[in-house]
């Protein structure tokens, strides 16, 4: 099992670009969350999705878009990059009930300049 | 909205030395997760807890969650080289075990 898998590993954008963080599970999860992380300042939720179709903000959503098309796969997309938007980005996914282990992908390193 | 704040936000200790990290939640959690990152890699899951009072164990690590469920601790015994990385509390809340809110974790530095 690959768990879940996140591309690029890092990436430099210039302000005003757009890009796609891509992820994708193998683990047949419902729950799929894309979070952000900081220096010091612990994860941030930005978005989550409960299902294919289903997708809700979080706590820190401006600036990015999400879809979940397929269980699989949830995409976060950067539109007019800014500087704040630097940042590690980590993909996770979860079951739904029961214990609900977060699995993070292994993450990806943005740099706005 | 629900805060949870994580004590000490550092801490560094000679090998063979007790640590404890404590997480304490603005609101009532319906369980509590502890994840272990080490330095350039992703959280990785340790524990959840999810009843009044609990404590589990996992060898050298005990975790212990609150009887109000508002705040936990994981408690390191004889600290050795391979605990170092940030240990992050998540806590849910408002009957979501899964929309997790972090902890800013603390940083656990051992000598060796």
């Known amino acids: 099992n690959a768990g879940v898998t996140q591309t690029p590993k890092f990436r430099i954008l210039k302000i005003g670009q757009s890009m796609t963080l891509q992820c994708t599970q193998d683990m047949n999860h419902n729950y799929m969350y894309w979070y952000r992380q900081d220096p010091g300042m612990g994860l941030k939720l930005i978005y989550y999705s409960v299902g294919a179709g289903i997708t809700d903000k979080g706590e820190v959503p401006n600036g990015y878009n999400v879809s979940r098309s397929t269980t699989e796969d949830f995409p976060l997309r950067l539109e007019l990059a800014a500087p704040s938007q630097t940042s590690v980005y980590f993909c996770?996914?979860?079951?739904?009930?029961?214990?609900?282990?977060?699995?993070f992908g292994q993450g990806t390193r943005l740099t706005v300049v | 909205g629900q805060q949870v704040m994580q004590i000490p936000q550092y801490q560094h200790v000679q090998e063979g030395e007790d640590f404890t990290t404590y997480c304490n939640s603005s609101t009532t959690l319906s369980n509590i997760q502890w994840y272990k990152q080490r330095p350039g890699g992703h959280p990785v899951f340790l524990i959840q807890l999810v009843k009044s009072g609990e404590v589990k164990k996992q060898k050298r690590l005990t975790f212990q969650f609150g009887e109000a469920k508002k705040n936990s601790s994981l408690h390191i015994t004889a600290t050795q080289t391979t605990d170092v990385g940030t240990y992050f509390c998540?806590?849910?809340?408002?009957?979501?075990?899964?929309?997790?809110?972090f902890g800013k974790g603390t940083l656990l530095t051992v000598n060796p």
């Open positions: 998540a806590g849910g809340s408002g009957g979501s075990n899964y929309k997790l809110t």
């Open positions: 996770a996914s979860s079951y739904s009930v029961g214990i609900t282990e977060a699995f």
